[in-house]
DNA sequence: CTGAAAGCGCTTACAG
DNA sequence: CTGAAAGCGCTTACAG
């Protein structure tokens, strides 16, 4: 056992003296200086190979001010919607050689002493797609200098950029849809009651509706979940048949799953019964035990204009906040098709 | 436009002069160092808080050579199996005072350019949840100096500690599960071929069946996924009625709901005419949708084993690597109940 | 094109 | 109990 446990790795310095150069032509090496002549790279390179030198990332973050790693916040990973956002993101900043610190909060908890605490210059910026941050951590965030993008949600006069899905818009096309299906009692299973996509959702719904004439609209209650969106369902289907809905608009498709599986085990036939309308288009909406009709989010759009912000305000701090709204599509499935339509 | 866009961070100088004491006696402070007086820790305090100040991890990460930040490897977040360990892991070590980097690498992307040029000091450590990491670059991290604990699965001589589930008595357990449903015909769908987990579930699976007299064993291939599972599932009901399986095993439990919604296409009804048995027990195998029959991975267990080993590695870089097996529990559910079983 | 030197913001022996 | 000083491993003006 003469062999250290853990040898010391080379530096910049170990490289230079078995290359005959100085520290900062080594610098300069890795950090594509083009001044150099080829030849003094080529050395240099050689020297580095052979001596397993990789230029150390935390000293040249202290002096460059920049950890090249974003902070992405979610919450609840078990609506699977999220997942798909996680893996998005982490893989597109991986090709822009940045890594991802990962924020998460269970259920309930909230984030907002963590934040700051992880500012202390380890990220460069966040993306913040959770309610679990308040609008007030969010605005501390933006006003000592770490640009923050909001993704899937909305946090007005904090200054950070936002990208959302048209919310609104998303609602009023699930009324039409329930309506042309034929539904004339459709209710609404909410999501989490201060979520900016749950607020904007109902709103744009129960707007059409009543426009079209439907103003008597059952509303339950949930949590952007698949038991929130079962018990919700299992409640509606359990009123007397002249003021159980006909039509459900869930405020996600976790929760428009679970109702689905409240209707399949109290025997109510979808969509002859009960038609169901989600949101999101997770993976799971497609398969067939669910068949789900649901708004899709265009989620490779809105994680391309969040990193574009997000990277844009990185390097230049004085950028206006941006809010981009960009538009759902209604993916029509066997959840809301009645018999005698395509 | 007077106020710069960028304000100065406060350092720990700015507190020092402000505070009327050493730059050093700040540092103490803020590293909790027991010997300073009550009277200065609470001066000092202060002034830290009037002025904003917070340590700067970076500058103090360069000195103390720890980032505090564990990279967590995982490949396929769409398999909710994995969702659920980051979430776990993050809640872990943020409760610990760690943060967490993450990495992931889509189906088929592999992680091993990577993991090295993370390992240029931005993490302490790496927990490795992914086949998408080559035992050769679990080797190099581990010979550097960058302790790896791999979770559900292994990669034998690369020095790293291991902890998985008892992937072969899982797979002698459903044996005798698919048996016990009066089972004739069982089969298995596999996961990805070359996959640790994949290899131990069906040897055990195997094995179990030949010691209880049962050799003609169909296999198709699966990656792990719905989609491979329901194709697996289409061709195995596909067979001429003496040949098609009347109970399967799949690899993991996505597999598993891939299969059963194969069978609900079709028609086969489970458990009469079709038993089905996954591996995992993600949070979707109790949907009343699936209502599969499962071995559950001990996840909690897992990961604090592995959270275990990797800190006490990250403190002791000599302590040798550890490999733990811990057992998994079959849940029983409708997939496999036959008319008459409890 | 390359080098010597300052400095990023801390921690930590070493003194006292 | 507290301070002065060295140093972690880089980048980057400033010279030449």
């Not at 501390?140 to 990208?163: D, F, K, Q, W, Y």
């Not at 035990?289 to 997000?310: H, N, W």
């Amino acid at each position: 056992m003469t062999r250290s446990a853990r040898p010391r790795r080379a530096t910049a310095a170990d490289v230079a003296q078995e290359a005959g150069v100085s520290q900062s032509t080594v610098s300069r090496v890795f950090s594509d200086d083009g001044r150099l002549t080829r030849e003094t790279k080529d050395r240099v390179r050689a020297v580095a190979r052979e001596l397993g030198y990789r230029p150390h990332a935390v000293a040249r973050s202290l002096i460059t001010r920049r950890t090249n790693i974003v902070g992405l916040v979610t919450s609840d990973l078990s609506n699977p919607f999220y997942p798909r956002l996680v893996e998005t993101f982490t893989t597109r900043l991986h090709a822009l050689g940045r890594r991802v610190l990962l924020l998460t909060a269970g259920v309930g908890e909230d984030l907002d002493d963590l934040l700051p605490e992880v500012l202390s210059s380890q990220v460069d910026g966040y993306v913040v797609a959770s309610a679990s941050v308040s609008s007030g951590v969010v605005r501390e965030c933006v006003r000592i200098g770490t640009p923050v993008v909001l993704v899937n949600r909305h946090a007005p006069g904090s200054g950070a950029s936002a990208v959302s899905c048209d919310n609104v818009a998303g609602g009023r096309t699930v009324a039409d849809a329930l309506l042309a299906a034929g539904c004339v009692r459709p209710a609404y299973v909410a999501g989490r009651e201060d979520a900016s996509t749950n607020i904007e959702r109902e709103r744009g719904f129960f707007t059409r509706l009543r426009e079209r004439g439907v103003t008597d609209v059952r509303r339950e209650r949930g949590h952007y979940t698949y038991a929130s969106g079962r018990e919700a369902a299992r409640r509606l289907l359990a009123l007397p048949e002249r003021e159980r809905p006909d039509g459900l608009f869930c405020a996600n498709d976790i929760t428009a799953m679970g109702a689905l599986d409240a209707a399949r085990e109290l025997g109510v036939r979808v969509p002859q019964d009960l038609a169901v309308v989600g949101f999101d288009d997770i993976p799971a909406a497609a398969w067939s035990a669910y068949d789900l009709t649901t708004v899709r989010q265009p989620v490779e759009d809105m994680i391309g204009r969040s990193l574009d912000l997000l990277l844009a305000h990185v390097e230049r701090p004085d950028l206006a906040p941006e809010l981009e709204v960009l538009p759902g599509t209604l993916v029509e499935r066997g959840s809301s098709r009645r018999k005698g339509q395509a």
